[in-house]
């Protein structure tokens, strides 16, 4: 699974020599049994971090004792970032194997990255399923799927490019469930243009809101209802 979207890499040397440094300084680090790291992922787009334990260094690759629900998110995302003191920066990985049950992932592929995700201001999640979205662009109407949301950002899929220049105003239309209820609130509120880039063969348009307190107050209680939910699946799949 591509996450690249993700991270932005903070490469020191090049890429092999980046790798080879990150595995020795690993192996290092469980010849002194300061084997203690966090594991980052970003599950349906609520963060998780939980301490691992580095249980083994061979052959370019890292085996480790893993939380039961990063295990989860792991085996899906198939992918981790590691927060380990003995680096300067945040360590992307990918996965070479992955038992949930046995709480054991090994990782290969190391590179220094920053997570992009960290430098905002509220959390976003992934909406499963999406639900309608419009806004009004300058060359007309445009209708898409809601596929994330936070209180003052949101993603809508489009099948087309949809350019305009950065900071754009516009009127946005989105559906927000209620989870509990099982029903929808259609919320207007003003938004602006931050950009567009392709995600799962469509393409992914990124706008600030401003939403006023009544739409503001919907959007919160479906991201806690949604928190609950995402953290109710990770916890049943580790079981």
Sequence with gaps: MDFSYLYSTRPRKNVDEDMADIVATFRDLLKVKKTAVKLVNYYQGLPLCYPATIVGVDHGMLDLDIHPQQAVAIERGHYTFIKCDGFPHMIGAHVQYINVH????????????????????????????????????????????????????????????????????????????????????????????????????????????????????????????????????LKEASV
């Design 102 to 233: 046995k709480r054991a992932v090994t990782l290969m592929k190391f590179f220094f990255a920053e997570i992009m995700a960290e430098h905002r201001h509220a959390i976003r999640l992934m909406l499963t399923p999406p639900t309608n979205a419009a806004f009004e662009a300058p060359k007309g109407p445009v209708k898409g799927q809601l596929y994330d949301l936070s209180v003052n950002g949101a993603g809508i899929l489009v099948d087309h490019p949809c350019e305009m220049p950065e900071g754009t105003e516009l009127k946005l239309q989105l559906m927000v469930p209620n989870i509990v209820q099982n029903t929808h609130v259609i919320a207007t509120t003003s938004a602006s243009f931050v950009g567009t880039s392709e995600r799962d063969g469509a393409y992914l348009v990124r706008l600030a809101i401003s939403p006023d307190k009544a739409v503001e107050q919907h959007i919160s209680q479906y991201l806690f209802q949604r928190q609950v939910e995402i953290i109710r699946d």
